[in-house]
């Protein structure tokens, strides 16, 4: 699995269950449902970001070893 890619992953699965919990607690009238899924919504936009920040720095980490190889050889 590439750098980066299961936060990616466990941030949309974490997102989702939040808008879920989210709409449950529209739906139930629960207030507390209804922030704790807004909160795990932000949570998982958060872990997607890492994933990504994760991904880029890996791409660049390997156009950086290709360039020196390419020098050294």
Same mark, same amino acid.
Do not use: C, F, H, Y
């Given at each position: 699995?590439?750098?980066g890619?299961?936060?990616k992953?466990? +941030?949309?699965?974490?997102?989702?269950? #939040?808008? !879920?919990?989210?709409?449950? $607690?529209?739906?139930?009238? /629960?207030?507390?449902?209804?922030?704790?899924?807004?909160?795990?919504?932000?949570? +998982?936009?958060?872990?997607?970001?890492? #994933?990504? !920040?994760?991904?880029?720095? $890996?791409?660049?980490?390997? /156009?950086?070893?290709?360039?020196?190889?390419?020098?050294?050889?």
């Amino acid at each position: 699995m590439s750098e980066g890619l299961g936060d990616k992953l466990k +941030g949309n699965i974490k997102e989702g269950a #939040g808008k !879920v919990q989210e709409e449950w $607690g529209e739906a139930t009238n /629960d207030p507390n449902a209804q922030a704790q899924g807004a909160q795990r919504q932000g949570e +998982g936009k958060a872990d997607q970001a890492v #994933g990504g !920040v994760k991904q880029t720095a $890996g791409d660049v980490k390997r /156009d950086v070893q290709n360039t020196i190889d390419d020098v050294t050889s």
